[in-house]
């Protein structure tokens, strides 16, 4: 520390770019540059979710926009032109609840951002802590997924989340909407006996009761909030947390409520329908089992992922695999989030989670949408993504096959028009071992 008390900060500044520049920069994949030619993406078989796919068609896009889409597209002059011959081309897949961007080691806690201390936090904005250059952005998007819903967690009102489209310098350019939804976690209705708690089952009976009555306290208080702001607002002075309430109690935007069992999903939407809120449930493991209650108000659910365990002994070892089918079967709106309680570092499995609900029984198209266009529309961003339509954001994935399908590779990627590196983490250290094992002759080269 000694050595440097007397330089001056240009001549730190000096220092630091004499360094070699794997040493400064953080992750090596360099953000899409944007391209005032208008771009032709020739020859594929484009899957607009929408509608049905058209074979041999052109994807035209200028500035970061679908202009056109189709057979007989005339491509302009001047315009790049690539060609798909053979390929597909799909929109880019939407992941609805993560912590992308919050986390990048779960077990480094210096590596987690996702939550604050406290119990009421209404007003913690999950996008201002989004970190652009975390390395599981790059490793997501090079399977195809191109947005993600970054949410907030702990507590009992985690805050506000936001949709994010996975290439950017900062967590602005990063950002599709902010201020999506108001984050809470139901308490557990009914005593556990798991191994995961100590506490008795008085005990939890208690703890659960204090937190709806806090909860319920804390809507009181904010609507007491906005009746005295109203009434005179030179004597009562701003109050962020309250002011972050009002858009879920104006209804412009939604609870979105953590809940998997039966008596949480029938408990929140009671408690929505008495606080004439919006709703959207997050997890939904029980949810097939009210699905009356859930259409009859309207109630869209986030599958927190299809890759679980049952969660009682005397269930089918299937229950988890077949939500998707079930909800649709019974007409719920609902969508699908490959995260699950993993993180974002399993972000990147989510078309494998919609391959497993079509493998048991819902149908191969639901399962697209499930991933693209359900996300956009319960999201609230679908006028700008989830489709591949005139008018919508040019983000799109090109492939060599199904994307459900494993063995099926992502070979070009395109947000707001921009291409996206496809390379990451993963990839560099699959060409770092390959090499050494040419250089010790256990290759078949």
Not at 76 to 104: C, N, Q, R, W
Not at 365 to 387: F, H, M
Request: aromatic share 6%; proline share 5%.
């Amino acid at each position: 520390m000694h050595r440097f008390a007397n330089l001056t900060f240009g001549a730190i500044v000096a220092a630091l770019v004499g360094l070699p520049s794997h040493v400064l920069v953080a992750a090596p994949e360099i953000p899409g540059e944007s391209i005032k030619h208008a771009i032709a993406v020739v020859g594929a078989t484009v899957h607009p979710v929408s509608g049905e796919s058209i074979e041999n068609a052109t994807l035209l896009v200028r500035n970061g926009k679908i202009v056109a889409i189709g057979s007989k597209v005339r491509v302009p002059d001047g315009a790049i032109s690539i060609d798909a011959t053979g390929k597909h081309v799909y929109p880019g897949m939407f992941d609805a609840y993560t912590d992308m961007g919050l986390v990048e080691v779960n077990a480094v806690r210096a590596t987690r951002d996702q939550q604050e201390t406290g119990s009421i936090n209404p007003n913690v904005k999950s996008w201002v802590s989004v970190n652009p250059d975390s390395e599981i952005i790059p490793v997501t998007r090079s399977n195809g997924v191109l947005l993600a819903l970054s949410a907030p967690s702990g507590g009992l009102i985690s805050g506000q989340s936001a949709v994010l489209q996975l290439d950017g310098w900062t967590w602005e350019d990063l950002a599709v909407r902010t201020g999506v939804g108001l984050h809470v976690s139901w308490p557990r209705m009914s005593p556990s006996i798991d191994w995961d708690t100590d506490a008795s089952a008085k005990e939890q009976i208690e703890s659960r009761d204090k937190a709806l009555a806090q909860l319920r306290e804390t809507f009181a208080d904010a609507r007491a909030y906005q009746k005295a702001r109203r009434a005179d607002e030179s004597n009562h002075p701003l109050d962020l947390r309250w002011e972050a309430m009002l858009p879920a109690l104006h209804g412009d935007i939604p609870l979105i409520v953590d809940a998997d069992e039966i008596q949480q999903i029938q408990a929140a939407v009671a408690f929505a329908e008495q606080q004439q809120v919006k709703l959207i449930i997050y997890g939904g493991y029980d949810a097939p089992v009210c699905a009356e209650l859930l259409k009859k108000h309207d109630v869209a659910v986030i599958i927190g992922g299809v890759y679980r365990l049952p969660r009682r002994r005397s269930e089918p070892y299937d229950t988890p695999f077949t939500i998707p089918a079930r909800l649709h079967e019974a007409g719920v709106r609902f969508c699908i989030s490959g995260s699950g309680r993993f993180g974002a570092s399993n972000v990147r499995n989510l078309p494998y989670h919609a391959a497993m609900a079509a493998a048991f029984g819902l149908p191969r198209d639901e399962a697209l949408k499930a991933i693209t266009s359900y996300p956009a529309e319960i999201l609230g961003v679908a006028q700008r993504v989830g489709t591949l339509e005139r008018g919508r954001d040019a983000t799109f994935i090109i492939t060599d096959s199904d994307p459900l399908e494993t063995t099926t590779q992502v070979e070009a990627a395109y947000i707001q028009g921009r291409e996206v590196d496809l390379n990451n983490r993963h990839k560099r250290l699959w060409k770092k071992y390959e090499e050494k094992y040419r250089r010790l002759g256990l290759t078949n080269e």
